[in-house]
């Protein structure tokens, strides 16, 4: 059995519910790829927040940085973003956030230590690295010291260079599992609690569609039993290559991805579904839980 709940730093405390939490992307960036632009105002951002968290979010990710990745789907990708602009991006969300909801978790999505350290000292509980194969000097201690929590997730090299530096081997699950193992390893001897370490498997950053539908099959595969996972395939460009549609109208595509997640880690792996789409994911897995209830009953017609 996996554990329902995490407490975490701030006294709030991350619940996974009965087949999965959702975590609510809150990007205050002008060039994400689903979403630039839509929040680029910190009351924006946090007024989005508020409404994402009442309606059930289990967490919310303040990112400040695209990290669209250079390659075919995506062209140039996204440019580098300086540290001070981050932090007036991020910093006022995190605080609004944090004084009109104290019960919220909230994580920021960043690969900066300074960023990182401010957030958490303005009330975040978990830092959200995309570059989790190779974290910055002074992240892990900083985590440790503030008795945070971290996401890792599997790029290999940075999103400007992922296309360029991944390459992998006929067993695509197997490579990936193996280098979120030795993050996974590396943070623990930092210090970190293995519940404080969350793995994501990066669908996205330097695989193909195929590998990327590969690793969504395999991800009770990825990591040890118990550990927690993310998945972030919400309105990705691998989900697009079946249908054809821009990423603001991959929903339903969206949901089935969260759908296999379930199917894949429920009552095995502690669960967080970062996702764009949040009230309608919301209600997705609401019908996963009530319909897979050990205690509902059933009637004849």
Same mark, same amino acid.
């Given at each position: 059995m996996t554990f329902r709940s995490l407490p975490l730093r701030s006294g709030a405390s991350l619940d996974f519910g009965s087949v999965g939490g959702v975590m609510a992307i809150l990007n205050v960036t002008p060039d994400s790829f689903s979403d630039g632009g839509l929040r680029l105002s910190a009351g924006a951002a946090i007024e989005a927040g508020l409404r994402f968290a009442d309606a059930g979010a289990a967490i919310l990710d303040v990112g400040g940085e695209s990290t669209r990745p250079r390659g075919t789907a995506y062209g140039e990708g996204a440019g580098e973003v300086g540290a001070d602009e981050e932090l007036a991006r991020v910093l006022p969300v995190v605080e609004g956030i944090r004084a009109a909801r104290p019960s919220i978790p909230v994580s920021v999505d960043t690969r900066?230590?300074?960023?990182?350290?401010?957030?958490?000292?303005?009330?975040?509980?978990?830092?959200?690295?995309?570059?989790?194969?190779?974290?910055?000097?002074g992240l892990f201690d900083l985590v440790v010291e503030r008795d945070a929590a971290i996401v890792l997730s599997h790029m290999r090299g940075v999103p400007s260079t992922t296309f360029e530096v991944s390459r992998f081997g006929p067993d695509v699950v197997g490579d990936v599992?193996?280098?979120?193992?030795?993050?996974?390893?590396?943070?623990?001897?930092?210090?970190?609690?293995?519940?404080?370490?969350?793995?994501?498997?990066?669908?996205?950053?330097?695989?193909?569609?195929?590998?990327?539908? $590969?690793?969504?099959?395999?991800?009770?595969?990825?990591?040890?039993?118990?550990?927690?996972?993310v998945l972030g395939a919400s309105r990705k460009a691998f989900l697009g290559s079946l249908s054809g549609r821009p990423p603001a109208e991959r929903l339903p595509e969206s949901?089935?991805?969260?759908?296999?997640? $379930?199917?894949?880690?429920?009552?095995?792996?502690?669960?967080?579904?970062?996702?764009?789409? $949040?009230?309608?994911?919301?209600?997705?897995?609401a019908i996963l839980g009530r319909a897979s209830s050990p205690g509902l009953a059933t009637s004849g017609s």
């Open positions: 900066r230590v300074e960023v990182a350290r401010r957030a958490l000292d303005a009330g975040a509980d978990v830092v959200n690295l995309v570059t989790g194969l190779d974290p910055p000097d599992a193996g280098d979120l193992a030795r993050a996974r390893r590396r943070a623990f001897v930092a210090g970190l609690r293995p519940d404080r370490v969350f793995v994501d498997p990066g669908l996205g950053f330097g695989k193909s569609p195929e590998q990327n539908f $590969v690793l969504l099959a395999g991800l009770a595969l990825l990591a040890p039993e118990g550990a927690p996972v949901l089935a991805a969260c759908a296999i997640a $379930v199917r894949e880690l429920r009552g095995r792996n502690p669960l967080l579904l970062r996702v764009h789409d $949040v009230e309608e994911t919301l209600r997705f897995l």
